[in-house]
Nanobody, 123 residues
Framework: QVQLVESGGGLVQAGGSLRLSCAASGRTFSSYPMGWFRQAPGKEREFVAV????????YYADSVKGRFTISRDNARNTVYLQMNSLKPEDTAVYYC????????????????WGQGTTVTVSS
């Protein structure tokens, strides 16, 4: 069992930066791939980024590639999402997720979720 708690969301102007954190409980954190998803009002939850259990592999949605960076610190049971050059269309609730069985970009394939943190980017 893994419990996830996101933090770091807030209001930022376009072009600004934020770093989201996701703290996990449970001794098996370091064995799970971890993902970030987001959900804008009225839209389906969408994939943002994923990182392998070791941190050696990462994948990003085309919409955030080159602007966002996912990383993890297994000693601290924490995964991060550094978001730079933010755009108004990045406005959403951001969720971290752990341990998928299937496809890393499909939110239905993840087994554990946090409660989300809200990111608002003003123009």
């Amino acid at each position: 069992q893994v419990q996830l708690v996101e933090s770091g969301g807030g209001l930022v102007q376009a072009g600004g930066s934020l770093r989201l954190s996701c703290a996990a409980s449970g001794r098996t954190f370091s064995s799970y791939p971890m993902g970030w998803f987001r959900q804008a009002p009225g839209k389906e939850r969408e994939f943002v980024a994923v990182i392998s259990w070791s941190g050696s592999s990462t994948y990003y949605a085309d919409s955030v590639k080159g602007r966002f960076t996912i990383s993890r610190d297994n000693a601290r049971n924490t995964v991060y999402l550094q978001m730079n050059s933010l755009k108004p269309e990045d406005t959403a609730v951001y969720y971290c997720a752990a341990d998928y069985s299937g496809s890393y970009h499909k939110y239905r394939d993840y087994n554990y979720w946090g409660q989300g943190t809200t990111v608002t980017v003003s123009s």
